[in-house]
């Protein structure tokens, strides 16, 4: 990253970051106490309870400002809000699909939950912690401003000042908007419903003074046994205003060498009677021991560790899987052996309900709908999932591409815009970096080839490998349909941007969003690069229980006939090809289709309809990685 850019970036990222605390991470291990429930809501959509008839913002103690009391002080007082338990909403989940008028609801809704609370022990710290918003969450607690957080698939969290909680009686109101811009990441346009609402979990977790706040263990590079990591304490309030550490700081612990050791770290792996402690410096300990014995994780065999790390009066753990994935000229190693990718690409989305999925019941459905494929991998299509659905990927042995929705058309040449993207990929990082599972992360999707868009999209590369030196880096390029610069059907991969992955990831729709299926008989891929390449979309549309011949656009037979004949071109492809992920496991809710007979709202893509019932296609593809099981990869 160019200094200048990085010194922008952490000027606004600090203005973004300004009051949010720094990300907590394992929070499964933490001592926590969950918000999850109904809570009673305002929709707003003129921000009445936000700004006042001038349009300017309420001043915090403002009586008519809706994070205060909707309590009248007495009988004369005018109140006109209120929170009542007859307009209520479960937390979590979208309010999309909750109530049928705030379906296609954009704009602002208020959330309250009143709580009582007591510590667990007297000189704790509590933060409070969101698993995602979508899309800007502005979070009061009994009327203080603890902070504001944009960006609708990461966690966040937000220490609560001391003093600010009571015994009995508070109230958390948040504000939550979803409305679209075009400087935010995504953009103005998606081809997803834009699911507004507390998605996921809230949560109140409680840490002693001095904590650990993240940490990260994985295999050494090249090596089977070797562990190595490293453990980041936090031991006092962020002051506010103050910038967050470089985001480069979890992959590379900078100890300045000579700070006295405060505190060490002791981390254990039971199983393998490992139990070492290491000296910690400026809240930083750097993590190295041999694990003889150890067995790595595989989507054969997805061994886990309970690993347990202590520091002080803290202590947390997980299940963590060790494995390494690497490219050695255009073959994909996962633990130094050749891999093919039998994936599949999904929203996070239950069709059947047509809601956001958020729930570990949610991930075994979908995750169950892609082993019964045959898959060994996921493309968590376009943002960052719950982090169920990668605990649960961890626990199946099934690999996964996370993404950050930097989607389309993005304002490539704002830096207040790429800000926000590296938050968005910090946050992705940070939260699943101990996750065997995930082995490439990717900067985007289908973004329009040019100069600035190529410089913003490298930064983010850059990010990523700063945040994490261990994965695989890649994004769906963009592919020129233009056959005729290299011969009828010749498809060759030349994006720019091909220069800085590791993968080479494109999506392709020959036979739908051009000629038929059968052009895909002589049809030929290559790209301009000695690296592995991965068809990262692939698919056509079809309404669930439509029928006729394979001729019929929307039928299940055209849809079947252009796997058909896709799969025949996969069995084709050169070496370098390593893997596919169909566009897409099932239908989802897209306000871009709206063919008022075969998709009414839906995207039709689906392998599952959004009934939950399996097209011919499903079969299709099914059949493809079965055979792939039972041979070498193509
Ligand atoms: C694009 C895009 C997807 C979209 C798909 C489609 O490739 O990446 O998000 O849903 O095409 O047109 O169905």
Not at 531 to 556: M, N
Request: glycine share 8%; net charge neutral.
């Amino acid at each position: 990253m160019k200094p200048f850019t990085a010194i922008l970036f952490f000027l606004i990222a600090s203005q973004i970051l300004r009051a949010q605390s720094p990300l907590i991470t394992d929070i499964p291990g933490r001592h926590s106490v969950s918000l999850d429930g109904y809570w009673q809501y305002i929709a707003d959509p003129y921000e009445t309870g936000f700004y006042d008839y001038r349009y300017k913002e309420l001043k915090e103690t403002d009586p008519n400002a809706y994070w205060n009391t909707d309590v009248p002080a007495n009988r004369s007082d005018k109140k006109e809000f209120g929170y009542t338990d007859n307009q209520r909403l479960r937390v979590p989940g979208d309010w999309n699909s909750q109530d049928p008028r705030w379906l296609y609801y954009e704009g602002t809704l208020w959330y309250k939950k009143s709580f009582d609370f007591t510590k667990h022990h007297p000189d704790e710290r509590v933060f409070l912690y969101f698993g995602a918003v979508n899309y800007r969450a502005d979070v009061y607690l009994n009327g203080k401003k603890l902070g504001v957080h944009t960006g609708g698939f990461t966690p966040f969290d937000f220490e609560i000042p001391e003093g600010l909680l009571k015994p009995i009686g508070n109230y958390l109101v948040v504000k939550v908007d979803n409305k679209r811009y075009a400087d935010e990441v995504p953009t103005l346009n998606t081809d997803w419903w834009n699911y507004g609402g507390i998605t996921r979990s809230v949560m109140l977790v409680e840490v002693p003074q001095t904590f650990i706040e993240d940490y990260e263990l994985q295999l050494a590079p090249d090596s089977a046994t070797d562990i190595r990591g490293w453990v980041r304490l936090n031991d006092a309030p962020r002051t506010p205003g103050r910038p967050p550490e470089p985001p480069g700081t979890p992959g590379q612990p900078a100890e300045t060498p000579g700070t006295p050791v405060t505190e060490s770290v002791t981390v254990s792996i039971p199983e393998l009677h490992i139990s070492q402690t290491f000296p910690v410096r400026d809240n930083l300990a750097s993590i190295d021991f041999p694990a003889p014995g150890l067995k790595r994780w595989s989507p054969d065999d997805p061994k886990r560790y309970r690993v347990i790390v202590t520091a002080g009066r803290d202590r947390t753990g997980e299940s963590i899987g060790f494995r390494t994935i690497q490219v050695r000229g255009t073959q994909l190693l996962l633990n130094g052996k050749p891999l093919f990718l039998r994936g599949v690409a999904m929203h996070e989305e239950i069709p059947q309900e047509g809601r956001r999925a958020y729930s570990r019941q949610d991930a075994a459905q979908l995750l169950g709908w892609a082993r019964e494929l045959g898959c060994n991998m996921v493309r968590l299509a376009h943002y960052p999932h719950d982090e169920s659905m990668t605990r649960m990927a961890d626990s199946l042995g099934i690999l996964v591409w996370s993404e950050i929705p930097v989607y389309w058309t993005i304002d490539f040449g704002s830096k207040a815009v790429l800000a926000k993207a590296q938050q968005q990929l910090t946050e992705m990082i940070t939260r699943d970096h101990n996750r065997a599972s995930i082995i490439i992360w990717s900067v985007g999707n289908e973004t329009p080839v040019s100069p600035v868009r190529t410089e913003f999209m490298h930064t983010l590369i850059t990010t990523a490998r700063g945040l994490d030196s261990s994965r695989l880096i890649s994004a769906a390029l963009e592919l020129n349909y233009n056959p005729g610069k290299n011969g009828k059907n010749r498809h060759v991969v030349d994006d720019p941007l091909g220069e800085y992955v590791d993968l080479v990831a494109f999506n392709e729709y020959l036979g739908w969003y051009g000629g038929t299926p059968a052009d895909c008989r002589n049809a030929q891929w290559s790209t301009i690069y000695d690296k592995p390449f991965y068809i990262s979309e692939t698919g056509a549309g079809a309404l669930s229980g439509f029928h006729a011949d394979s001729l019929t656009r929307w039928s299940e037979e055209w849809q079947a006939w252009y796997f058909r004949e896709q799969v025949a071109m996969f069995r084709r492809m050169p070496p370098a090809f390593v893997g596919v992920s169909p566009w897409v496991l099932a239908d989802f809710r897209s306000p871009k289709r709206n063919n008022p007979r075969y998709q009414q709202g839906w995207n039709n893509k689906g392998l599952i309809g959004h009934n939950g019932k399996k097209k011919k296609a499903f079969y299709i593809v099914q059949a493809y990685y079965k055979s792939l099981t039972h041979q070498s990869a193509r």
